[in-house]
Nanobody
């Protein structure tokens, strides 16, 4: 059973930094893509950043140049370095991981996993 456990959230002042970590356990494989999503109060969960197995990254426009996603494929861990944090970054941050496999029929299947989330609060 795959579990994703986030850590590193907390309370930080505007302009501060946090580094989130998400460690996957119970998996005997590497994920094709790992990433971060967030959900602010009263809003839908939104995309933040993803990174593929080979290191290709994608960021939401709102976090570009401020956030950096990285991963350790050996440890099956994904990180999110968050700099220059703003109050609007306040949200529960969720770790996500995808694994794409090919069935014997030739069809592709995607397994998707989510963590329980970690709270990030940016406030003075």
């Amino acid at each position: 059973q795959v579990q994703l456990v986030e850590s590193g959230g907390g309370l930080v002042q505007p302009g501060g930094s946090l580094r989130l970590s998400c460690a996957a356990s119970g998996s005997g494989f590497s994920f094709d893509a790992m990433g971060w999503y967030r959900q602010a109060p009263g809003k839908q969960r939104e995309f933040v950043a993803t990174i593929t197995r080979d290191g290709r990254t994608n960021y939401a426009d709102s976090v570009k140049a401020r956030f950096t996603i990285s991963r350790d494929n050996v440890e099956n861990t994904v990180y999110l370095q968050m700099n220059s944090l703003k109050p609007e970054d306040t949200a529960v941050y969720y770790c996500n991981a995808d694994r794409r496999t090919r069935a014997s029929s030739g069809a592709y299947l995607t397994q998707n996993y989510w963590g329980q989330g970690t709270q990030v609060t940016v406030s003075s």
